[in-house]
DNA sequence: TAACCCATGTAACCTGTTACATGATTAA
DNA sequence: TTAATCATGTAACAGGTTACATGGGTTA
């Protein structure tokens, strides 16, 4: 039930619809999970059944109307169950790491062109990150009882993105020497 | 199609059983990919139909016969073909940054418990990979080129759990500051 | 004698992906 | 006028999880 609990927990921090969710999904929140738009609004049905959220149609003009869902009293006790419970580390899947894995059965310089295109990839999200870092946090030693947690999350988007600059450098280096 | 590259890629590196394969993508394998024994049969059993892999019983006394599994040419050629079509960077699913983003709703303590937690099998993980790292690759400046590429995975296994490390020390003083 | 390891499998279910579909509005 | 954005959805399929099942061998 991940879907669900990174839905809750998206709901939580704002209210929204499935498309908005979408979006979300596909950048901020994106970061530490994802999910398409079908995915989305298929688990947002099973939500709503199950009174995890509610809706209110929002009328609008000149564009669709939407629903936007907010987490009630049952959800917000459902997220706070989940997130009390113990878990383990989330388990890596890197299709990168699989192809270097039998990189030997290709020429070096494919391995190596795949590197540089991940190492742009990667600093591209290094900066957004850094961008939103220092737009909302521009002063470390300000952080509301709030901020703490998703300064938390972003440091580590930055942290991460800036480690796999650092082994695809390497990594290029190792394969060109 | 992502679980049959990681098991072509296992099997490339050594021909092995779906049991032996369960283990391997438990272990270092699994570093990178995992799998359950029951979606690895499955997809032996597909790899095979299609001609991508072979099987070879293996009688065995006083314990149950096994087949042990081998790319054709064809696997290897899917394999290659894969390895050498570019892909975007895998997308990371976490669940303790989505605890963490939705963590003003349960204590302090409740989070900084499971950064802890979640700090000592990064430390696990990360002797494990040091350990395999000073055993397989004692000298860097003497790798192999085909060890080149185990090498380059398994020190993104250290520097990533070094990483995550570091991130769990850095937020449990934020939190208890 | 109980639990675990070796080795393989079936069945049911849940999660994730891809393609297709609609229809108005807005920017290039 | 073409493409993109807003907003929601269905259908089919592929991938992943959990439970159940078998049966001999080994270790505590």
Same mark, same amino acid.
């Not at 970061?31 to 809706?55: G, M, P, V």
């Given at each position: 039930? %991940?879907?669900?609990?990174?839905? $809750?927990? %998206?709901l939580?921090?704002c209210p929204c619809?499935? &498309?908005?969710?979408?979006?979300?999904?596909?950048?901020?929140?994106?970061? *530490?999970?994802?999910?398409?738009?079908?995915?989305?609004? +298929?688990? !947002?049905?099973?939500?709503?059944?199950? @009174?995890?959220?509610?809706? +209110? $149609?929002?009328?609008?003009?000149?564009? #669709?109307?939407?629903?936007i869902y907010t987490l009630? @009293?049952? /959800?917000?006790?459902? !997220?706070?169950?989940?997130?009390?419970? #113990?878990?383990?580390?989330? #388990? !890596?899947?890197?299709?990168?790491?699989?192809?270097?894995?039998?990189?030997?059965?290709?020429? #070096?310089?494919?391995?190596?062109?795949?590197?540089?295109?991940?190492?742009?990839?990667?600093?591209?999200? !290094?900066?957004?990150?850094? %961008? =939103?870092?220092?737009?909302? *946090?521009?002063?470390? @030693?300000?952080?509301?009882?709030? /901020? +703490? &947690?998703?300064?938390?999350?972003?440091?580590? /988007?930055?942290?991460?993105?800036?480690?796999?600059?650092?082994?695809?450098?390497?990594? =290029?280096?190792?394969?060109? @020497?």
């Amino acid at each position: 039930m %991940a879907l669900s609990h990174a839905i $809750l927990a %998206a709901l939580n921090d704002c209210p929204c619809s499935g &498309y908005d969710l979408a979006k979300r999904f596909d950048g901020s929140v994106g970061f *530490f999970w994802n999910a398409t738009h079908q995915q989305i609004y +298929r688990e !947002l049905t099973k939500l709503e059944e199950h @009174s995890q959220i509610d809706a +209110r $149609l929002v009328e609008q003009e000149h564009r #669709p109307d939407k629903k936007i869902y907010t987490l009630t @009293s049952k /959800g917000e006790e459902t !997220l706070r169950n989940w997130i009390e419970t #113990p878990s383990t580390v989330s #388990p !890596l899947k890197d299709d990168l790491l699989v192809k270097i894995f039998a990189g030997m059965i290709v020429s #070096p310089q494919t391995i190596v062109a795949e590197l540089k295109q991940h190492r742009i990839q990667h600093l591209e999200s !290094l900066h957004t990150y850094e %961008a =939103i870092s220092s737009h909302y *946090f521009p002063d470390r @030693s300000q952080l509301t009882d709030i /901020g +703490r &947690y998703q300064y938390i999350t972003l440091r580590q /988007g930055i942290r991460l993105e800036t480690e796999w600059l650092a082994w695809c450098d390497e990594s =290029i280096d190792l394969l060109e @020497s």
